[in-house]
């Protein structure tokens, strides 16, 4: 480039008039190789005040999502054997043979090519939900998986934030100013999934893929400064690099947990999933706290040549869980840890022309740890017989009852909070084996049986009904959206039983409208908190 393009007007114009895009573009967030805090311009804050107010989920469990992109083939995943002869006709040169089957029970079998499951099955470690799905299917990759990224449950109505997100909403209300010192989700592969989009931001700390991370975590920095050109336009670069690397401290956090954890020798580093469960189990292991992983595995779009391109994957897929419960066990972490494959669908019923399946309904979706407590089978599989006028299976379960079971009984929320993550609707509630009460779950279940805000709209009173199992000291304070106290509503010995105190009004008349948060603190220097609003 020559000094003369680079002192011209058209060159210091095309560096003054950045869009945000642009701006995106040269610090290396956009496109190929992207890396980004969700979608928002977050700086996170080294304030651990929202970490203590808002520690409502005391425990350490951890939910892994595998994205199965692509639509995975349920029927050749998790074989129907109770309606083998049916599957057999409907797909004469693409199903398991029976020779190639290993039985997880009378009517469910698995191919001898994902036998690295076996063990968890023997031992307990594994369940499967049956024709998993939703009313009226979109066959659309991109629509379908909106779907299962939402929750909505109307293409026409169709919701832009995720479950997650939606959840995390309502638990992190301030998060923009007042972040949680460690990402709450961590995801591998392009940008943040719409599961973890909120109102108006994203929850999680997304990398383009597993090399991405990993820099990362080794240098504890977003971007490197090294080989960049000399130039204005290199100049600009590197600064926007130093205050980028300075501006977000989740690479930092990320890098510390990285460090203090050690390598497991069984991962392979030409495997995909390998790679990418290695970077969350050194996570893990170092304490990173994040609650909430996904990764991804691509190629399940199976039109044609299925039967050696599904065996790859889901050999791939088998063994890289097996050889990422083993890395956890080693350290004892493999009790935290609860592991979920979900894909946008599945496929026909009957096989193409081209050796392959084209986009179909309901797949099961497979689950693994320890704690599930028990192998087993959720529900039926859908008739392989009557099917609908494309020839796809009807649902058995709808996915969001896995979603809201998950956030009930594993990751522990407030019901409030689910209630707005599900958009207002009750889902089924499956029996997976674990509950918020086990032994090893650290948190306040077993003290407080509800806190909530109640609202009297009439004359703008807001108190908050606390229900305590038992005798126990507690201290109870207000403050506002910025973290600033406001005033301490109770602090004392507070008897088993009901009690409501007034959060609008204090002793000077009533707070300024706005919107709060409660802080209930217990001996032992736990929190629970809530937000609400006064008006």
Not at 343 to 360: A, P
């Amino acid at each position: 480039m020559s000094k003369s393009y680079l002192n011209s007007e058209k060159h210091r114009n095309e560096h003054s008039n950045w869009d945000r895009r642009g701006f995106m573009k040269v610090l290396g967030l956009a496109g190929a190789g992207s890396i980004s805090l969700g979608s928002t311009n977050l700086s996170v804050l080294n304030s651990n005040f929202i970490t203590n107010a808002l520690s409502d989920s005391l425990s350490d469990r951890v939910l892994l999502l595998i994205r199965l992109k692509g639509g995975n083939d349920g029927l050749n995943t998790i074989i129907p054997l109770s309606q083998y002869d049916t599957y057999v006709s409907k797909r004469p040169t693409l199903h398991i043979p029976n020779n190639k089957i290993i039985k997880l029970d009378e009517k469910h079998g698995i191919p001898n090519f994902m036998s690295s499951l076996v063990s968890f099955w023997e031992e307990g470690k594994m369940k499967v939900i049956n024709g998993v799905g939703y009313e009226n299917q979109n066959l659309s990759h991109f629509t379908s998986s909106d779907y299962w990224a939402t929750g909505s449950t109307n293409k026409n109505d169709m919701i832009s934030t995720g479950w997650l997100g939606r959840y995390y909403d309502e638990k992190y209300f301030d998060y923009n100013i007042n972040p949680p010192d460690k990402p709450i989700a961590v995801q591998i592969g392009s940008n943040a999934n719409l599961i973890f989009s909120g109102a108006d931001r994203s929850y999680a700390f997304a990398v383009a893929n597993e090399s991405r991370l990993e820099r990362v975590a080794e240098r504890g920095e977003f971007f490197g400064l090294e080989n960049l050109p000399d130039c204005t336009h290199g100049d600009q670069l590197e600064f926007l690099r130093r205050v980028t690397n300075t501006t977000y401290d989740y690479a930092k956090v990320i890098s510390e947990a990285f460090t203090s954890s050690t390598d497991f020798d069984g991962y392979d580093s030409e495997i995909g999933l390998d790679r990418q469960l290695r970077l969350v189990a050194r996570l893990i292991k170092g304490g990173l706290g994040s609650k909430i992983y996904m990764v991804s595995i691509g190629g399940f779009d199976t039109h044609g040549n299925q039967s050696l391109t599904h065996q790859t994957l889901l050999t791939e897929l088998s063994n890289s869980i097996k050889k990422f419960y083993d890395d956890l066990n080693y350290e004892g972490l493999d009790s935290k840890v609860l592991s979920m494959t979900f894909s946008e669908f599945g496929r026909r019923v009957k096989e193409n022309g081209s050796e392959g399946t084209d986009h179909g309904s309901a797949a099961p979706t497979m689950l693994f740890g320890p704690p599930l407590k028990g192998s087993g089978i959720i529900g039926d599989w859908p008739s392989l017989s009557d099917l609908n006028t494309r020839g796809n299976m009807y649902k058995s379960i709808d996915f969001r009852s896995v979603y809201q079971t998950i956030l009930k009984d594993w990751l522990c929320g407030d019901p409030d909070y689910i209630d707005n993550a599900m958009l207002g609707n009750d889902y089924n509630i499956l029996g997976l084996g674990f509950g918020c009460n086990d032994e090893e779950i650290v948190d306040y279940n077993d003290l407080f049986n509800y806190h909530h805000p109640i609202y009297t709209n009439s004359i703008n009173i807001v108190n908050l009904n606390l229900r305590i199992k038992q005798n126990h000291r507690v201290d109870i304070r207000i403050y506002d959206i910025l973290g600033r106290y406001i005033n301490t509503v109770f602090d004392g010995e507070l008897n088993r039983g009901e009690h409501s105190f007034p959060l609008s009004h204090q002793k000077g008349g009533k707070i300024s409208s706005g919107q709060y948060f409660y802080r209930i603190g217990i001996s032992g220097g736990k929190t629970l908190s809530k937000s609400f609003v006064v008006r």
